[in-house]
Nanobody
Framework: VQLQASGGGLVQAGGSLRLSCAASGRTFDDYAMGWFRQAPDMERDFVAA????????SYADSVKGRFTISRDNAENTVYLQMNSLKPEDTAVYYC???????????????WGKGTQVTVSS
């Protein structure tokens, strides 16, 4: 399984970015796909996740109402639309895949390289 994240960058507070995670190497019907983020000197935290099979989603409280996770089955790609960005959203964002379908960091067996998101105030 290979995961390729992209779409990070520098944006002003209040702006938007869309992250993409292209997945390859197998079919992902039973997988959960997640986005996590890690700020300097902080632990890696859950941001959002989606079930590949039925599209159900879960979000961290800190991003609810601002971020939207979605998937494109035909393209094997998961997206994270981030609106109303805040300086505290600054972090390296990682996409990950869990074959067992959970949304837990511990269950994510596959990780992509991170993409930097920087939100200026």
């Amino acid at each position: 399984v290979q995961l390729q994240a992209s779409g990070g960058g520098l944006v002003q507070a209040g702006g938007s970015l869309r992250l993409s995670c292209a997945a390859s190497g197998r079919t992902f019907d039973d997988y959960a796909m997640g986005w996590f983020r890690q700020a300097p000197d902080m632990e890696r935290d859950f941001v959002a996740a989606i079930s590949w099979s039925d599209g159900s989603t879960s979000y961290a409280d800190s991003v609810k109402g601002r971020f939207t996770i979605s998937r494109d089955n035909a393209e094997n790609t998961v997206y994270l639309q981030m609106n109303s960005l805040k300086p505290e959203d600054t972090a390296v964002y990682y996409c990950a895949a869990d074959p067992s379908g959970t949304y837990d960091l511990a269950g994510m067996d596959f990780w992509g390289k991170g993409t930097q998101v920087t939100v200026s105030s």
